[in-house]
Nanobody, 120 residues
C-alpha cells in the first residue's frame, strides 16, 4: 500500500505546477483524498480535499481561487493544480487518503511528500 507524489520543483512567483499522487496496492475509489503541506519550521496544514462520494471539494482560504484538487479514479490518481504561486506556498506537499469518508481528517494513508519551492 503506497501513495507516491510527483510534480514538485522550483517555480517562480506567479507560476504554476501540477502535483500528482498515485496509489499502488489499493484503489482510491472509496477514499476521501487530501493534500497537505508543511513549510520549513511550521506545522503541517491541510490544503485541499476531495470527497469519495460525489467529488465535492474544499480548500483552505490561503489557496482558494489558486489551487484546484481533482481525481481520476481510472488512473488511481489525485491531482493538485497550483496557479499563481507565491513564495509562502513553499513547502513539502503530501497527499493522503481516508477510507469511506468525504472528509480529510484522520487519514489512513500518507505519501512521503514532494517539495515545492517558489522563488525567483
Amino acid at each position: 500500500v503506497q501513495l507516491v507524489e510527483s510534480g514538485g520543483g522550483l517555480v517562480q512567483p506567479g507560476g504554476s505546477l501540477r502535483l500528482s499522487c498515485t496509489a499502488s496496492g489499493f484503489t482510491l475509489d472509496y477514499y476521501a483524498l487530501g493534500w497537505f503541506r508543511q513549510a520549513p519550521g511550521k506545522e503541517r496544514e491541510w490544503v485541499s480535499c476531495i470527497s469519495s462520494s460525489d467529488g465535492s471539494t474544499d480548500s483552505a482560504d490561503s489557496v482558494k481561487g489558486r489551487f484546484t484538487i481533482s481525481r481520476d479514479n481510472a488512473k488511481n490518481t489525485v491531482y493538485l493544480q497550483m496557479n499563481s504561486l507565491k513564495p509562502e506556498d513553499t513547502a513539502v506537499y503530501y497527499c493522503a487518503a481516508r477510507l469511506y469518508s468525504d472528509y480529510c481528517d484522520g487519514m489512513n494513508y500518507w505519501g512521503k511528500g514532494t517539495l515545492v519551492t517558489v522563488s525567483s
